[in-house]
């Protein structure tokens, strides 16, 4: 049971990138999925999540609009496509998913994922 994420890099302000997060050893469609980001010196935080329960999606406030996650059934992938970039989206970024059909208010939650992937750092800075 593993998530490998890809897809960081540096990026000029206003480019987009888009994040890839393969998992293996379990069908992820069946699994919530988010992706968080940890900038240095602040605390992880959520960036988007995909519901297993009715496909409904949510982002945080910053990123409304620029990013979007989605699913793809049979590379058995998350992606991340962000548009817009802005330097204050640099960070590592994580992928997870959790078993539970988390709302618009549990889905940030850190604890409630129980599998992780590796980061993949972006750079946004001209």
């Known amino acids: 049971v593993q998530l490998q994420a890809s897809g960081g890099g540096l990026v000029q302000p206003g480019g987009s990138l888009r994040l890839s997060c393969a998992a293996s050893?379990?069908?992820?469609?069946?699994?919530?999925a988010g992706w968080f980001r940890q900038a240095p010196g602040k605390e992880r935080e959520g960036v988007a999540c995909?519901?297993?329960?009715?496909?409904?999606?949510h982002y945080a406030d910053s990123v409304k609009g620029r990013f979007t996650i989605s699913r793809d059934k049979i590379e058995n992938t998350v992606y991340l496509q962000m548009n817009s970039l802005k330097p204050e989206d640099t960070a590592v970024y994580y992928c997870?998913?959790?078993?539970?059909?988390?709302?618009?208010?549990?889905?940030?939650?850190?604890?409630?994922?129980?599998?992780w992937g590796q980061g993949t750092q972006v750079t946004v800075s001209s």
């Open positions: 997870a998913t959790s078993p539970h059909s988390l709302d618009g208010t549990t889905w940030p939650r850190l604890y409630g994922y129980d599998n």
């Open positions: 995909a519901s297993n329960s009715d496909g409904g999606t």
């Open positions: 050893g379990f069908n992820v469609e069946h699994y919530t």
